[in-house]
């Protein structure tokens, strides 16, 4: 397809959030990476809410939680 004929990049359609990466349960079946588990930073309540609602104003439709 030549590059004029490319739609866009259009809004995103939902977002996902992984509120936390700790996690006590060692499920053979997690999909997260074991060092993820390690991260000690984490956004605040505050940060998290900006970040939803800036996702909101970029169009996104659906939310998603994930984490712990």
Same mark, same amino acid.
Do not use: K
């Given at each position: 397809m030549p590059?004029?004929? $490319?739609p866009?990049i259009g809004?995103?359609?939902w +977002?996902?959030?992984? +509120?936390t =990466? $700790?996690c006590p349960?060692?499920?053979p =079946?997690?999909?997260?990476? *074991?060092?993820?588990?390690q991260?000690q930073q984490?956004? !605040?309540t505050?940060e998290?809410?900006r970040? *939803? $609602?800036?996702?909101?104003?970029?169009?996104?439709?659906? +939310?998603g939680? !994930?984490g712990?």
């Amino acid at each position: 397809m030549p590059a004029g004929d $490319r739609p866009g990049i259009g809004p995103p359609l939902w +977002l996902l959030a992984e +509120l936390t =990466y $700790r996690c006590p349960l060692q499920c053979p =079946y997690c999909s997260n990476p *074991l060092d993820f588990a390690q991260t000690q930073q984490e956004l !605040s309540t505050d940060e998290w809410v900006r970040v *939803l $609602r800036q996702g909101r104003e970029m169009g996104a439709a659906q +939310l998603g939680f !994930s984490g712990g």
